[in-house]
């Protein structure tokens, strides 16, 4: 029996368990002169049965998926005669060609491998069978305990809620865990290109050239990993994407929830929003055929001739379009939520409705401005799509917005792409970028909780 196969079956022993408790709940509580002689609702009966019903079979069968595979590998191997294993310079492979023949896929006339083969299929059977009839037989005697302990006295919800809390706990640590996980593998290899590249040419470095080369006479493969390029491509794109999100995205929220009639609102609204569910590789296209000729075009009619057909102007100006929602949305919301109290207080002393907009509701909403301006620019550093499409690849040190340039995370995109070993400088450079965008995203998270801060504390 597959797992998914098993898994429906745990599913519909659990809904059975719930069913036949609560049932089973309120017939005592008939029997017992009625409802308000149990200590817990009837569905509190039946959820502490489901949980008993599935969450132990669960935890048995992810532990078994986890723990089988190894060990037949093991007894497999075990199996075979060494002058086979010695002839094979990988164990691993040895094995996947072991499965293969199981299942059909390689045909071989080698008797070790053939018998290995069939050991492996037995093992298999003898494993399912075994799977199958623990997690049944545990589900079964779940719903069986769920059904048989209902009675007047049992503090189901209690038990409820603390599973819940218990499952909760589970959640918030497994988030942690993971980006802890992420950050110290990410870490981890990054310390590993330090201690090849010195972290001052890597920082302050400004020829950015990740090839290595692979004999002593090869030309143009240097190996210069100078991040200087790759920071000022990546700052000059975001700058030039938030001077187009920022006040396009915040007039448009000033309009929309000050000024604008419930109809226009609800008109305007999902049609600006729309925007954000609109692909990246779409607006790659636009930066690519129509923004970055359009720029080239502008620029040489004024007679400037160096304006590149990959630019950064284009790339942050289609950017800027697509995080438009981002500041928009965001920022309708937090000023919609601002009490109207205060505007009622204003205009009550004579302001008019811009000097109130200016004066009481944009101050108080700057908290959760400030909030969307963050993320906005959080999307504007981690975009890769555009700027591959519209700025190219090229490390350029300059300040001119009409060369071609890139970004860290177009780097990092191009570092890991296709099959990699984790050993040289070329590939250990991604987790270095990443390392470094992890510190500057944080830096930036920690500056705007300050400001966050200080005006909420102003406000409330």
């Known amino acids: 029996m597959t797992t998914s196969t098993l898994m429906v079956m745990v599913v519909l022993l659990t809904f059975s368990a719930y069913f036949l408790a609560k049932k089973r709940s309120r017939d005592v509580a008939t029997v017992n002169g009625g409802l308000n002689t149990l200590h817990s609702r009837p569905v509190y009966y039946g959820s502490f049965a489901a949980i008993l019903a599935a969450i132990p079979s669960f935890i048995l069968l992810v532990i078994w998926q986890a723990v089988e595979p190894s060990l037949v590998e093991s007894l497999v191997m075990a199996q075979l005669p060494q002058a086979t294993i010695d002839s094979h310079q990988n164990i691993q492979l040895l094995y996947s060609q072991i499965i293969h023949i199981a299942n059909g896929v390689l045909q071989t006339e080698d008797p070790s491998l053939l018998a290995a083969a069939g050991h492996y299929q037995h093992l298999e059977g003898i494993g399912q069978t075994l799977r199958f009839v623990a997690v049944a037989a545990l589900s079964l005697m779940g719903l069986a305990l769920g059904w048989r302990i209902v009675k007047p006295k049992l503090k189901a919800r209690h038990y409820v809620e603390r599973c819940l809390q218990i499952f909760l706990m589970f959640c918030s640590t497994l988030a942690i865990l993971t980006t802890l996980g992420i950050v110290l593998s990410v870490l981890f290899e990054a310390i590993r290109f330090f201690q090849i590249i010195p972290v001052t040419d890597f920082l302050f470095g400004t020829s950015w050239s990740p090839q290595i080369a692979l004999r002593a006479d090869q030309q143009g493969a240097s190996g210069a990993f100078g991040a200087i390029p790759l920071f000022t491509g990546t700052l000059m794109i975001s700058l030039i994407a938030m001077c187009i999100a920022a006040p396009i995205g915040l007039m448009s929220a000033i309009y929309l929830a000050e000024y604008a009639s419930p109809r226009v609102r609800n008109i305007v609204k999902p049609i600006l929003e729309i925007l954000a569910g609109i692909p990246t590789v779409v607006y790659g296209f636009f930066a690519a055929l129509t923004a970055a000729p ?93 700027v591959v499409m519209a700025a190219g690849l090229s490390a350029n040190l300059t300040a001119n917005p009409l060369d071609s340039v890139t970004t860290v995370t177009v780097q990092i995109v191009t570092l890991l792409v296709g099959d990699q070993e984790f050993d040289s400088p070329k590939t250990l450079a991604a987790f270095a970028l990443g390392l470094t965008l992890f510190v500057v995203t944080l830096a930036l998270n920690f500056v705007a909780l300050r400001i966050v801060k200080k005006y909420r504390e102003q406000y409330d």
């Open 294 to 386: 359009f720029i080239r075009d502008i620029a040489h009619s004024i007679g400037l001739s160096g304006a590149s057909s990959e630019s950064a102007l284009a790339a942050g100006a289609v950017m800027g379009v697509m995080i438009i929602p981002f500041v928009s949305s965001l920022s309708d919301d937090v000023i919609t939520a601002v009490p109207q109290a205060l505007r009622d207080g204003s205009l009550g002393l004579g302001a008019t409705r811009s000097e109130t907009i200016k004066s009481v509701v944009l101050p108080a909403a700057l908290p959760g401005i400030v909030g969307g301006l963050l993320l906005a620019v959080s999307r504007a550093i981690g975009e890769t799509m555009i």
